[in-house]
């Protein structure tokens, strides 16, 4: 973890501490928080998988979408109430799309997409956008727009990893922790960190705007070391995530 959060370029400066509060170096720290999280999960992923193999029933070309696919026949193995949008290789397509983002791997996330298009709307070309930006943030029209459809369709969706995938997308509803597929401290700090903002323009509503002081405060402040419903004292990688948070804070 240190090994991750010191891979960070550092110009020299008169003022390290303007320097290191940059908005250039925290977009820094925070895409090396979010690969170290993604690193850990997909290293999680295989471990389930390899441990699992007879129920896994890992096959296929080698890569990060036969993983998951493997991963959810351990972790849902039947059918789930409320999915949205249809299966791939039976499993729920949204579903697949977010773990793919979890394992930090767009290119996966966007096979499955294109394989699903047809039962997905606009989400098709909103997450070509985000997948070439370089800050993985849509444009003003396109947030909007998803947001939009977000308060209209889905904010009541009893299809937990559609809305997670929305709200990671459009940074928007960051009220919600996602309870359902966010249950561990890691995953929490996954996708909270993902609906960072560094360049808001004041035109986003209070329920669609998270810049990383307000996540900070909450994490170190306010839950403390209870990290609302998600810490749990024995499991010692929530003590190193919230060391990991408080290193970019510092």
């Not at 109430?81 to 799309?97: F, L, S």
């Not at 098709?124 to 956008?129: A, D, N, P």
């Not at 808001?200 to 329920?207: K, M, R």
Request: net charge neutral; charged share 20%; with cysteine.
């Amino acid at each position: 973890m240190v090994k991750q959060m010191t891979d960070v370029l550092l110009v020299p400066a008169k003022d390290t501490l303007k320097s290191r509060t940059s908005v250039e170096i925290q977009m820094a720290f925070v895409r090396q928080a979010l690969s170290f999280l993604e690193n850990r999960y997909r290293n999680f992923t295989m471990g389930t998988v390899f441990g699992n193999l007879h129920q896994a029933q890992l096959g296929g070309v080698p890569g990060t979408y036969q993983l998951v696919r493997s991963f959810l026949n351990i972790k849902l193995p039947g059918p789930l109430p409320g999915m949205q949008d249809g299966e791939i290789e039976g499993q729920p397509v949204w579903a697949v799309i977010y773990y793919c983002l979890r394992c930090g791997d767009l290119n996966a996330a966007m096979q499955v997409v294109n394989r699903a298009q047809h039962q997905l709307g606009d989400f098709k070309s909103w997450f070509q956008e985000y997948m070439n930006s370089p800050d993985k943030r849509l444009s003003p029209t396109s947030e909007n727009k998803l947001r939009l459809h977000y308060r209209r369709a889905l904010r009541n969706s009893a299809d937990p990893y559609k809305r997670a995938v929305y709200c990671l997308i459009g940074k928007c509803d960051v009220n919600d922790n996602h309870g359902e597929v966010a249950d561990k401290t890691d995953d929490y700090l996954w996708l909270k960190l993902n609906q960072v903002c560094f360049d808001d323009d004041g035109s986003s509503s209070p329920q669609d705007r998270l810049t990383l002081p307000q996540l900070q405060k909450q994490l170190l402040e306010d839950y403390g070391m209870m990290l609302h419903p998600y810490f749990n004292p024995e499991h010692v990688s929530n003590q190193r995530c919230l060391f990991f948070l408080r290193e970019i804070s510092v």
